[in-house]
């Protein structure tokens, strides 16, 4: 099983801030949350990492409370392009399989 | 360009026809790895390789080989492939052994077994 739970589906429009909230109660001290994006017969990219607060990168933001039982993925101004699969997963510091659950399909409307 | 390739990007096979799916990374990575992507599903992870002739199975195993006999190159051979073999397949590599390092993916390699 998957260490992180997230809705299955979202929907959004162009030019709103989009959260993505992934559920992970029992992640391990030494996890780190990483988030990739998937277009359609794609791989999946790399998008962000955070280990506890708050992360920017040029193309998302990443919340992690202190307790971190749960994290939230921020894409800010969505465009029609941002329209993928998103997969939230808990990577620990060692040489461990990731478990790569279904992800959120997240589609923007016009 | 640093990159992943895998080929062939399409292939279409009967049953019990022997293939193999190449991939090849540029970017000197120790840790390679092979998933299959089904509707609905998640990637499922099929084998690993730490490094250089270090195997290992992944999830979903059985019905599938690898060899590593060079760092670059991480073959994925179906010696008799089956139609519940037909799937949307992914190579991908990432430095050193952690898993929280990022993973590459290549671009995929879109299977039919009849």
């Known amino acids: 099983l998957a260490k992180t739970t997230q809705p299955i589906s979202m929907d959004s429009y162009e030019g709103q801030e989009v959260n993505i909230t992934c559920s992970h109660n029992?992640?391990?001290?030494?996890?780190?949350i990483t988030w990739y994006q998937q277009f359609p017969s794609q791989g999946p990219r790399f998008i962000i990492q955070?280990?506890?607060?708050?992360v920017t990168n040029e193309v998302a933001s990443l919340f992690i409370p202190a307790d971190r039982k749960s994290s939230t993925l921020s894409l800010p101004r969505v465009s029609l392009s941002d329209t993928a699969v998103y997969y939230c997963l808990a990577s620990p510091d060692s040489n461990y399989q990731l478990i790569w659950g279904a992800g959120t399909k997240l589609i923007i409307k016009p | 360009e640093a990159q992943v390739t895998q080929n062939p990007r399409y292939l279409i096979t009967v049953t019990g026809k022997k293939l193999t799916v190449t991939c090849s990374q540029n970017m000197n990575h120790e840790y390679m790895s092979w998933y299959r992507q089904d509707p609905g599903l998640g990637l499922r992870q099929i084998y690993y390789s730490m490094n250089v002739e270090v195997t290992d199975k992944g999830d979903v195993p059985e019905g599938y080989k690898v060899s590593r006999k060079e760092k670059r190159n991480f073959p994925l051979i179906l010696e008799s492939p089956s139609p519940n073999q037909t799937s949307l397949y992914f190579c991908a590599s990432r430095s050193g052994t952690s898993s929280y390092n990022e993973q590459f993916f290549g671009p995929g390699t879109r299977l039919t077994v009849l």
């Open positions: 955070g280990y506890k607060t708050k």
């Open positions: 029992n992640i391990a001290t030494n996890d780190y």
